[in-house]
């Protein structure tokens, strides 16, 4: 079982992936939509499950302030990324300079909160976790993962 810090690795990296790709699609429409469900399903399930697992966790550490605030820090940035995601599902001019501009701010919030996460975050889940802990928070973040998939599919067919 891999640790927590390598599954939020490695899903950082496929997100920042599609990200890029998003902002380079100025041409095709289609192309650019795909993209975008694409980053914005897996990067949806990634937040939840991240809050759960991980968030909480520091939230946890009520001896150490700066896990704390970094707990806190995480639900700020998570919930910047929602309201631009809803922005962008919202709009259905994908190649607009409007759209264009909100999808590149998205990619440059993820790109700060990816470093943040694997700088400080990670720092602090090594300092207060010990590696069997962190294999276990990575078995509950892909549970939160499964749950948070679940009640997205009931909430679309609900819709
Ligand atoms: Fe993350
Ligand atoms: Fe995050």
């Known amino acids: 079982m891999p640790e927590i810090t390598d599954l939020l690795r490695q899903e950082h990296d496929e997100a920042l992936t599609l990200a890029d790709r998003l902002c380079r699609e100025e041409e095709d429409a289609k192309a ?26 520091l939230k946890g550490c009520k001896d150490d302030d700066e896990a ?6 995480g639900y700020v940035e ?11 599902t919202r709009s259905s001019a994908t190649t607009s300079p409007s759209w264009s501009a909100h999808a590149m701010v998205l990619k440059e919030l993820l790109e700060h909160h990816v470093e943040e ?14 590696a069997a802990a962190r294999e276990k928070m990575a078995q509950a973040f892909l549970v939160a993962k499964d749950s948070a998939a679940s009640s997205a599919k009931s909430s679309r067919s609900a819709a």
Do not use: N, P
């Not at 795909?34 to 991980?54: G, M, P």
């Not at 704390?68 to 820090?73: A, D, I, P």
């Open 32 to 57: 650019r939509r795909e993209i975008f469900h694409q980053l914005k399903d897996a990067l949806t399930l990634h937040s939840r499950a991240e809050e759960a697992a991980v968030y909480e966790a």
């Open 68 to 73: 704390v605030k970094m707990g806190h820090e």
């Open 78 to 88: 998570h919930s910047l990324v929602d309201y631009l995601f809803e922005k962008l």
């Open 117 to 130: 996460e694997q700088g400080e975050a990670f720092d602090l889940l090594e300092k207060h976790f010990d």
